[in-house]
């Protein structure tokens, strides 16, 4: 199926642990995102991709760093995990941004 | 930066009962989405709006640009519309642009 696919789904670190999040669109998609969801906030940007080779930061980036492998893929990794990195985290794509993003199905982190 | 307010939180109704929720912005944008969380779900784009009214089955949702104000309307809700719903403003600025509400959390029960 045409979508945005995470990996994994679930993850539990002990802190200092390092982990990579996959992501992978086949839309064709120029930009990819990567966000944090924490109970009782918005959706939060940690870094974007406006197209391949392009990395920016977003809105809560510190701890954390990506990779636009290619068009397709944009991974997100944590180099030394802390317990306030356990969030829920999301990769979209989209063709434009004002007409809508694809979301990826989340990965639950927790750090302990 | 824009600042985006659902109301209510927390919405509980029973099956059958016409739904809205809210969405209010501080700055001007060119669209409005309106999302969907199921439990341990991804999250699904239900509209675009940048003007007027869209309709989808038994959602609804409209926009007042001049008020800066959404809403979402479900009618004859049922258990499955069970989620949380999420605003999210695009005001152009910014790394994506967009801006998130915090969500409302509706529990509609059988």
């Known amino acids: 199926n045409a979508g945005v696919t995470q990996t994994p789904k679930f993850q539990v670190l002990k802190t200092g642990q390092s982990m990579t999040l996959q992501c992978a669109q086949d839309?064709?998609?120029?930009?990819m995102y990567w966000y944090r969801q924490d109970p009782g906030m918005g959706l939060r940007l940690i870094y974007y991709?406006?197209?391949?080779?392009?990395?920016d930061k977003g809105e809560v980036p510190n701890g954390y760093n990506v990779s636009r492998l290619n068009k397709r893929e944009f991974s997100l990794r944590l180099e030394s995990a802390a317990p306030s990195q356990t969030s829920v985290y999301f990769c979209?794509?989209?063709?434009?941004?004002?007409?809508?993003?694809?979301f990826g199905s989340g990965t639950r982190l927790t750090v302990v | 930066k824009n600042e985006v307010e659902q109301s209510p939180q927390n919405l509980t109704a029973q099956e059958g009962e016409f739904i809205t929720i809210n969405c209010s912005y501080s700055?001007?944008?060119?669209?409005l989405h309106w999302l969907q969380q199921h439990p341990g779900g991804g999250i699904v784009s239900l509209f675009m709006?940048?003007?007027g009214k869209k309709k989808h089955g038994r959602l609804i949702a409209t926009i007042n640009i001049q008020e800066k104000h959404s809403s979402l309307h479900i009618t004859a809700s049922h258990p499955r519309d069970s989620a949380v719903y999420i605003c999210?403003?695009?005001?152009?600025?910014?790394?994506?642009?967009?801006?998130f509400g915090k969500g409302t959390h509706l529990i509609i029960q059988p």
């Open positions: 991709s406006a197209s391949e080779g392009t990395t």
């Open positions: 700055v001007g944008i060119s669209a």
């Open positions: 839309m064709n998609h120029n930009s």
């Open positions: 979209a794509s989209s063709v434009d941004r004002v007409y809508g993003y694809t």
């Open positions: 709006l940048s003007s």
């Open positions: 999210a403003v695009f005001s152009g600025g910014g790394a994506d642009g967009l801006t």
